[in-house]
């Protein structure tokens, strides 16, 4: 059963269309990725979704309403915005967020406790906000945002300005909210996070969806590759069997490292073979999966995190992270 529906949704702002035509279903009890540069149109839907504007064209459906704001006490959202009263303490800042969901205050308090203490913030509790780091603040500000135990949660950016420990305690709280039955659509343009916890991936591109489906249905629209590296021209990679395109990852001296793109259903085995019987340097070589993010560059053609510091040419070391 979908929990959420968009059927050709479309935002204008004056002359320009940032989400065109958009149309995907999210499954009740999922965790769906919404994947996209900046500027893709993320933050424009989720507005959508909840309510906060309204779509120049196309229905939506949440939980059976037509926008967010007719189900807010079953929804849960953090904004990409983020700031929580710098005078409060967690537990009574989380406290009101869920009385505007209609938690009584008391129990509100008693969630916040206990969620502060899973999320191993029980010795902050009694601090103000403004004294707690970034990265407490924002676990803090996500707690706020669940208090009420939503049946949809909607998390825009909810990674960014994590470090890595807290950005995979993040993974965990939304692995949690979804084994407890809630449907979960968080965008992000780091395809890593996507990769480890999505069922499924909403990829978009410039206003408009490129890809909806699994994150191996993603991966298996991309090319697996072949890494080599010796003293080797890309002439001669790209006259392997099977490779249909080299990118020189780097040339230290004439020792490089290449990449060679297989053509669909190449299984990398023949060029391999042909490289050392034609007696070509290799002193390395790798058969490599296509990751998420290689998947999102050749359904689009753009960098998902490209003002991030992934540097393409190592992007694809990360598969194995
Ligand atoms: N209120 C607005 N008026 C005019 N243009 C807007 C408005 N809001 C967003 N846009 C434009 O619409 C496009 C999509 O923006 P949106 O914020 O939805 O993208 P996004 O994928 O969420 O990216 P980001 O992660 O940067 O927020 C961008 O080009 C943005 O400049």
Known sequence: MAALTLDGVSKRYGDFQAVKDLSFQVR????????????????????????????????????????????????????????????????????????????????????????????GLGASQKKKMKELSKGMAQKVQLIASVVHRPEFVILDEPFSGLDPVNQQGLEEVIRGLAADGATVLFSTHVMQHAERLCDQVVLMARGRKAFDGTVAEARATSRRFLE????????????LPGVTGVE??????????????????????????????????????????????????????DHPDEDQSVARPTTHAEAGQ
Request: aromatic share 6%; with cysteine.
């Open 228 to 239: 080599l590296e010796g003293e080797i021209t890309a002439e001669a990679v790209a006259a």
């Open 28 to 119: 009740k009890g999922a965790i769906c990725g919404f994947l996209g540069p900046n500027g893709a149109g993320k933050t424009s839907t989720i507005r959508m979704i909840l309510g906060l504007q309204s779509a120049s064209a196309g229905t939506i459906d949440i939980l059976g309403a037509s926008d967010g704001r007719k189900v807010r006490d079953r929804i849960g959202f953090l904004p990409e915005e983020r700031g929580l009263y710098k005078k409060m303490t967690p537990v009574e800042a989380i406290a009101f967020f869920g009385s505007l969901k209609g938690v009584p205050t008391g129990e509100g308090k008693r969630r916040a406790r206990e969620m502060l203490i899973a999320q």
């Open 248 to 301: 020189v990852v780097s040339d230290n001296g004439g020792v490089r490292v290449l990449k060679g793109a297989l053509a669909s259903g190449a299984g990398g085995q023949e060029a391999l073979k042909t490289a050392f019987v034609s007696g070509l340097d290799v002193r390395r070589f790798e058969l490599k999966e296509p990751t998420l993010h290689d998947a999102f560059i050749d359904l689009t053609g």
